[in-house]
């Protein structure tokens, strides 16, 4: 895919980190994209407001307040408003990226009380909820409407916890190879309708998360191992990687691409074609 003044893009979890980051990057290639987060008002008028204050962008970014744990008919309204925001009979390219990791953590030594294995439970769900379901919601969702209008991309968002365990987040480990496998799953068929889907798994990047992953004892080694929080400039690398190989076809054997992103490396981990 290149992006171009005609490109039109739907990111979620888009007001910081990784997918703002992103739409950055479109919006400076002369893309529309629409930035969607459950962030209040005030987040998203700073989200919008660092999106524009680097300099003179070509393009131009919206925001719309969406919940990825929304219901199927919640995502396809969405979907109409965004036709509607960007003046488009078209979206171009769909971004599943809002993720969460769950904080209360997972290993207890000590007898939890019914309270606290509440709390416990309901964070497991919305990890769940919001990882997994939202992705799934949101890939059907766009799968169909990319059928009608004669293709486009999807870029699912997983991590390396879902392509290697991760024991000091299991759930969130979990979650992670859920989008892999889920993604790996669909695209066969949604090729068949020119929609062409990706995984990117970056490792820990320079954010709220990654910053909560670097100060956690149980998971430093492995951002240390990893070449330590990449900047998120970085994992942008990754989608113009895919956005390039998605305009070769001989780039990669069959559809489903999931790309492992970190400081050290860009490799495909499937299908297994090792460096390109």
Known sequence: ????????????????GIGLALSRHIVEKGGRVLVLDIV???????AMESLISPGPLVGSA??????????????????ERALEILRTDRIDLMVNNAGVLEHKGFYSNEPESAKVLQERSREFDRVMEINVLGVIRGTKVAMARMRDQGGGLIINVASSAGLYPMDAAPVYSASKFAVVGFSRSVAKAAAVSNVRIFTICPGFADTALGQAALNDPTTKSLVVQVGGLMPVDRVVMGFKKIFKDDEDSAALEGTGGVLRVNNLKFRYEYPRRGKL
């Open 62 to 79: 919206h925001y719309l307040q969406f919940d990825v744990t929304s219901d199927l008919a919640g995502h396809e309204k969405m979907w």
């Open 40 to 46: 209040d008002s005030k987040v998203q008028s700073c």
């Open 1 to 16: 895919m290149r992006i171009t003044h005609k490109t039109t893009a739907v990111i979620t979890g888009g007001a910081n």
